[in-house]
């Protein structure tokens, strides 16, 4: 098992209905042979949330990260730290995205 530490930050509000934020820092311990990934969220931005955005956004996180693992034969344990959840610049597809965007990325500059 190894852990992967990612810090994603990607953001674009400039006043139109694409606008979004995505922000969190992740660890991952990669487990092989295993294609279950599971989730906690340690902590949130602000600390007060709407839950079901809150969970909506893990979910996404989620089947990113699959996207990238499964492929690799690989599951995961996951903590998430200081998820920001904007109330209004929120977009499960962009969380799902650059999830699997960031962690892609650091596999390929972990092996």
Not at 35 to 43: A, H, K, M, N, P
Not at 84 to 104: G, Q
Request: overall charge negative.
């Amino acid at each position: 098992m190894s852990r992967i530490t990612i810090t994603v930050n990607e953001s674009c509000q400039s006043s139109s209905a694409g606008d979004f934020i995505v922000r969190y820092r992740g660890e991952l311990d990669i487990v092989s042979n295993s294609r279950e990934i599971t989730i906690d969220c340690v902590s949130t931005y602000p600390s007060e949330v709407d839950a079901e955005q809150k969970d909506a956004a893990l979910e996404a996180i989620r089947v990113g990260f699959a996207s990238v693992l499964h492929s690799r034969e690989c599951g995961a344990h996951v903590r998430v730290f200081d998820l920001l959840i904007h109330p209004v610049d929120f977009s499960t597809w962009k969380f799902e995205s650059f999830s699997a965007k960031y962690l892609a990325a650091a596999l390929e500059g972990h092996s």
